[in-house]
């Protein structure tokens, strides 16, 4: 027989039940067998070893030499391996330290509000959350999670959808009261606008007019390197800027902000996923859980659904 054929174990736990039962009929009932497939397993594995374990009588069962050491150290193994289970076992409970990667504006408006209600429901999770607009590398930064907005790059991680979010142009009413309210995309021309200055920034707004997509010039009197502080600038009446809604949209129920143009909105959706690693086997628990978590969440208490 060769050796990836044999299952060692169970040969150990068979032995040790015909020890421990006394005979071969008491372990073949306890172990559902049959008694002549337990002689059979214990007569081969003892071929196997080329010693003989137990010796046989009608009335009684009596280990050799040789079967009370193979006994013994199978008593060991099989108390290791019910060991090493329970310990798996308990990592099927979510603990230990989560390590989160956020980009700032989702971080501070939907990610960071959910970590006292995943807590709750996972006490033994410690949650380490970093926000940042730059794009990480989770093996380098020892992340087991990170929220991406936009399109991913080719990578060998693995990306759970959460949700879209579309853009949105706003200002504040006071910039709009001083300047006007643009009526068409054309009216931008006349107005103050707030870009972005990060390399893959396109430096052109898309819009919807007349069934086509027509993108016009966004040079603005302002660049900044992530939409938090484009939406920071806009409250301040520094201009119009055009960001995704989540960054946004507690300022304007607030009225804080004021979209604009809305019937020339382009539509555009930006996908926001968790990538993690995951082909290096079964994820920990605890990602799996916030996940899973965070999926849920979407569905039920994120504006408008999945789309943010």
Request: charged content about 25%; hydrophobic content about 45%; aromatic content about 6%.
């Amino acid at each position: 027989m060769a050796r990836q054929e044999i299952n060692r174990s169970g040969e150990m736990e068979v032995f040790a039940r015909v020890v421990e039962e006394g005979g071969f009929t008491s372990a073949a009932k306890a172990m559902s067998m049959t008694p002549s497939a337990v002689s059979k397993l214990v007569a081969r594995l003892e071929a196997r070893l080329g010693s003989r374990l137990v010796v046989r009588s009608t009335r009684k069962l009596q280990l050799t030499a040789e079967g009370l050491t193979f006994h013994e150290r199978s008593l060991r193994v099989l108390a290791d391996l019910d060991e090493a289970e329970r310990s798996v076992a308990a990592c099927a409970v979510p603990k230990g330290r989560l390590r989160i990667n956020s980009n700032v504006g989702f971080g501070i408006h939907y990610l960071l509000p959910l970590v006292p209600k995943f807590t709750a429901l996972h006490p033994q999770v410690l949650v380490d959350v970093t926000l940042t607009d730059q794009v990480i590398d989770l093996l380098d930064e020892r992340a087991e999670l990170a929220i991406r907005v936009g399109p991913l790059r080719p990578s060998q991680l693995v990306a759970k959808k959460l949700g879209d979010s579309r853009t949105v142009l706003v200002a504040s009413p006071d910039y709009l009261a001083r300047r006007g309210v643009p009526q068409h995309p054309d009216d931008l021309a006349a107005h103050d606008l707030i870009t972005f200055n990060f390399t893959r920034h396109c430096d052109e707004w898309p819009f919807q007019i007349a069934g086509e997509r027509v993108c016009y010039p966004a040079h603005g009197r302002a660049m900044v390197g992530d939409g938090e502080s484009a939406a920071q600038l806009t409250k301040a009446g520094q201009g119009i800027t055009r960001v995704g809604i989540f960054h946004v949209a507690a300022d304007i129920a607030a009225g804080r902000l004021v979209p604009v143009l809305e019937d020339f909105n382009s539509g555009d959706l930006e996908t926001i996923s968790a990538v993690y690693v995951g082909h290096a086997g079964p994820l920990p628990a605890r990602v799996r859980a916030f996940i899973d978590f965070l999926a849920a969440d979407a569905d039920v208490d994120w504006p408008m659904g999945r789309v943010v």
